[in-house]
């Protein structure tokens, strides 16, 4: 009885030493590889190329936190807020005064109809398009007639009549007129009005830039130095393609909001827009996490009519992997 019980008990297996996988630790060296070839490879090349499993890839990469939105980065790119301004405009706007320029009637009354529809005001500009219902002549015509006055008031001048271009179009100056009104109150909005002044992100470029000498015939930095003076920041470095389009929504906002108070100092700094080809170049280097996010780079490509710059290729090449 006690042999056939002995027999029945559980038997413990012996396990050989010499074939238990022992797991090796991870260097400091394999962590700052792996990440850095995760920004132009998929995990599963990483995994190839570093020899290291691809669960410990995964594992080091999600980690990290280098490629997951980046917050601090964020907060620097992004316009103040919107502010209940305390100013009240006056209830009944005053029309511009109605002056002979031309000596053509209707010519001059078209100049200012365009001169009440540049205010932006849309109680104004709502009059202007009905005041110019009872202009009976042709786009065609009017625009032949202004363009002819140019010509004649500035002889040798070949650009002059470029400003009669669309010069009819009443309908087409409104919609900008409005679009660029409502682009200055919300500059005042955000800014209490010194939105012509350094941003945050403004002054950022420039300290990081600081003693770089600009050259070529449009000025511009060489794009290798500022790579290298950007990348010193490291947290303030795009992690992600959707930090990217973040940080290039800023510039274009920040750009339209100025350029709608004052087309001269649309651009802000040097610095500023060589940080905004330097995000460019990122998204021809920092890899998709998913169809949606390439997606999207693909759709700012066409919207942004930056398709064709000499990075576009090589962005293109990166989306498709």
């Given at each position: 009885?006690?042999?056939?019980?002995?027999?029945?008990?559980?038997?413990?297996?012996?396990?050989?030493?010499?074939?238990?996988?022992?797991?090796?630790?991870?260097?400091?060296?394999?962590?700052?590889?792996?990440l850095d070839l995760r920004r132009r490879h998929s995990l599963r090349e990483v995994a190839e190329a570093t020899g290291l499993p691809l669960g410990t890839v995964k594992t080091l990469v999600s980690r990290s936190g280098a490629f997951r939105d980046n917050d601090q980065h964020r907060a620097l790119f992004t316009l103040p807020p919107i502010k209940v301004s305390q100013?009240?405009?006056?209830?009944?706007?005053?029309?511009?005064?109605?002056?002979?320029?031309?000596?053509?009637?209707?010519?001059?009354?078209?100049?200012?109809?365009?001169?009440?529809?540049?205010?932006?005001?849309?109680?104004?500009?709502?009059?202007?398009?009905?005041?110019?219902?009872?202009?009976?002549?042709?786009?065609?015509?009017?625009?032949?007639?202004?363009?002819?006055?140019?010509?004649?008031?500035?002889?040798?001048?070949?650009?002059?009549?470029?400003?009669?271009?669309?010069?009819?179009?009443?309908?087409?100056?409104?919609?900008?007129?409005?679009?660029?009104?409502?682009?200055?109150?919300?500059?005042?909005?955000?800014?209490?009005?010194?939105?012509?002044?350094?941003?945050?992100?403004?002054?950022?470029?420039?300290?990081?830039?600081?003693?770089?000498?600009?050259?070529?015939?449009?000025?511009?930095?060489?794009?290798?130095?500022?790579?290298?003076?950007?990348?010193?920041?490291?947290?303030?470095?795009?992690?992600?393609?959707?930090?990217?389009?973040?940080?290039?929504?800023?510039?274009?906002?920040?750009?339209?909001?100025?350029?709608?108070?004052?087309?001269?100092?649309?651009?802000?700094?040097?610095?500023?827009?060589?940080?905004?080809?330097?995000?460019?170049?990122?998204?021809?280097?920092?890899?998709?996490?998913?169809?949606?996010?390439?997606?999207?780079?693909?759709?700012?490509?066409?919207?942004?009519?930056?398709?064709?710059?000499?990075?576009?290729?090589?962005?293109?090449?990166?989306?498709?992997?």
């Amino acid at each position: 009885m006690n042999a056939v019980m002995q027999d029945d008990a559980p038997r413990k297996t012996m396990v050989n030493p010499a074939k238990v996988a022992v797991k090796q630790p991870v260097s400091d060296e394999q962590r700052r590889q792996v990440l850095d070839l995760r920004r132009r490879h998929s995990l599963r090349e990483v995994a190839e190329a570093t020899g290291l499993p691809l669960g410990t890839v995964k594992t080091l990469v999600s980690r990290s936190g280098a490629f997951r939105d980046n917050d601090q980065h964020r907060a620097l790119f992004t316009l103040p807020p919107i502010k209940v301004s305390q100013e009240t405009l006056p209830s009944v706007p005053e029309l511009p005064p109605q002056e002979v320029v031309t000596g053509d009637k209707e010519v001059d009354a078209v100049l200012w109809l365009r001169s009440i529809i540049n205010t932006g005001l849309a109680a104004l500009i709502e009059l202007a398009m009905e005041a110019a219902k009872r202009i009976k002549t042709s786009h065609d015509v009017l625009e032949r007639r202004y363009r002819d006055y140019l010509t004649a008031t500035n002889p040798g001048n070949p650009f002059a009549a470029m400003s009669s271009f669309g010069f009819a179009d009443l309908e087409l100056l409104a919609s900008r007129a409005i679009e660029q009104h409502q682009l200055r109150l919300e500059g005042v909005a955000r800014f209490d009005g010194d939105l012509l002044a350094d941003t945050e992100a403004d002054t950022f470029c420039i300290d990081a830039l600081r003693g770089l000498e600009a050259s070529g015939q449009f000025g511009d930095f060489d794009k290798s130095e500022v790579a290298a003076r950007f990348s010193a920041h490291p947290e303030l470095l795009p992690h992600t393609l959707a930090d990217c389009l973040y940080e290039l929504d800023y510039w274009n906002q920040l750009y339209r909001l100025r350029n709608a108070v004052d087309r001269d100092a649309s651009d802000g700094p040097a610095e500023a827009t060589a940080r905004d080809w330097f995000v460019f170049s990122l998204l021809a280097e920092i890899r998709p996490r998913n169809k949606a996010e390439a997606l999207a780079v693909f759709r700012y490509l066409i919207a942004s009519q930056r398709d064709d710059m000499t990075e576009s290729e090589a962005i293109l090449c990166n989306l498709i992997g």
